[in-house]
């Protein structure tokens, strides 16, 4: 897009919303200071490197669609991930699941992960001066195979799966502490009955159980912040779901860990944006993981849709940009996967800014006043106004693609690298 063009298109834009009282320099300096956690598993359909060419089974994950170019090894990953974030403005981190060690062909069983195996990660992460996050992979693997990991009655299985994730939490701490900024790792199990359970009780207290146990050990939340995730339910998990939102909200709040709100994960109905007012009363941070449901958790690739407006509304209206760490979580087989990166990441980067040059302060007192009228005729004024050209501004002086100039560079990309894959 011709630069000219560009910068006449935002002073034009600057105009406009400073009509408002809206200062657009503001807000961009405030949506560079979102950093969006890349989740590396949307680059191989969630296989990870345990051992050559890894297929994905069990534990509700399932990536659809077979598009040519995945990522096979570390060094594919790591090519597609530099190539997303030169497509990006600002800066990102990369979000890490334990099944995505440099195992360098041996065989570790995931009890026995250690920061050795991520070392080279957190190299990588130094050299683009950016951090990491983790996760423990509870899913896919034998030991999970009954549907129970952290909440199973069979204490061997459980056992493993502690040990697990305290190793996880270990090797996140390293991570924080070698790059200078704090690594969430985020606690999902997949626990749950397909058909009515009776004893829903007894899973959930081992699940606590766990949860201490795992907990026990503490590090500088400089290094490390926890956080723990809920679902309604998964495949497999239909009719109970161990770690549900009521047993999670209420773990984290008594224990200060961060709640994770995936927005895959609730009823279609339910408004994830809504919720972020009020965990914040309870809780320090919050974790979000930005997806899209089409009627149930299918993990579609993030679109500028209303769902993702309103959670970033209620952040910047809560002025909590401070306290919630944002990830993206879907892993979609069915288009270029360097293309469902920089859709999903331009999508909520756009949700921020949408919600950064709303001109709050008069909304609000046009609702302490009663006026709804008036707060709603302007909300609806705001939609028209050239946000797109304030973005596009956003990656022009970001060196960045500007708008769908990004498209023909991942074209060639697929042609020159990913079609070559085997």
């Given amino acids: 897009m011709d630069k000219d063009k560009v910068i006449l298109a935002y002073n034009d834009a600057k105009e406009q919303y400073a009509t408002f009282g809206v200062d657009t320099e503001a807000a961009l300096k405030k949506l560079d200071q979102v950093k969006i956690s890349l989740h590396c598993w949307q680059t191989d359909d969630v296989g990870g490197f345990e051992t050559p060419d890894a297929i994905l089974g069990g534990g509700g994950i399932q990536a659809t669609g077979n598009y040519p170019g995945k990522a096979r090894t570390i060094d594919h990953l790591r ?3 530099d190539k997303v974030m030169s497509l990006l403005p600002g800066k990102q981190r990369l979000n890490l699941h334990a099944i995505y060690g440099d195992f360098k062909g041996e065989k570790v ?17 130094k050299k683009h001066e950016t951090g990491l996050d983790f996760n423990p992979t509870c899913f896919s693997h034998p030991y999970a195979d009954d549907g129970f990991t952290l909440s199973s009655k069979n204490e061997k299985y459980r056992k493993f799966w502690i040990e697990h994730t305290k190793r996880t939490r270990r090797i996140a701490a390293e991570m924080g502490k070698q790059l200078g900024t704090p690594s969430v790792n985020n606690i999902w199990v997949p626990d749950g009955s397909k058909d009515i359970p009776v004893d829903r009780n007894a899973h959930r207290a081992l699940l606590k159980q766990s949860l201490d146990e795992i907990f026990a050990t503490e590090y500088p939340k400089a290094y490390l912040k926890d956080a723990i995730e809920s679902k309604l339910f998964g495949i ?30 609730f009823h279609p109905t339910e408004q994830v944006g809504d919720k972020i007012s009020s965990v914040l009363q309870y809780v320090d941070e919050l974790l979000l993981h ?25 952040i910047v209206r809560c002025n909590a940009l ?38 709050t302060e008069t909304l609000r007192k046009y609702e302490e006043a009663g006026q709804n009228f008036e707060r709603l005729a302007l909300m609806e004024v705001m939609k028209t106004k050239p946000l797109g050209a304030v973005y596009n501004y956003y990656c022009l002086t970001s060196n960045v693609p500007v708008a769908e100039d990004y498209i023909p560079v991942i074209q060639q990309y697929e042609k020159d690298v990913l079609s070559k894959r085997i």
């Avoid at 200060?256 to 927005?263: F, G, P, R, S, T």
């Fill in 109 to 125: 069983d995931r009890d026995q992960i250690e920061v050795k195996h991520f070392q080279s990660w957190i190299d990588w992460a």
């Fill in 290 to 314: 930005v997806t899209r449901g089409v009627r149930w958790d299918s993990d579609h690739v993030v679109i500028f849709n209303d769902e993702i407006q309103l959670i970033a509304q209620e």
């Fill in 322 to 359: 401070h306290r919630v760490n944002v990830g993206l979580d879907y892993f979609d087989a069915s288009l270029n996967r360097i293309g469902a990166y920089v859709i999903g990441t331009r999508a909520a980067q756009l949700a921020f800014l949408y919600a950064l040059l709303e001109p």
């Fill in 79 to 81: 090519q597609d991930i």
């Fill in 236 to 265: 497999g998990s239909e009719s109970m779901v161990v770690g549900s939102a009521e047993f999670y909200l209420g773990y984290a709040i008594k224990n200060n860990k961060l709640i994770c709100l995936d927005n895959g994960h």
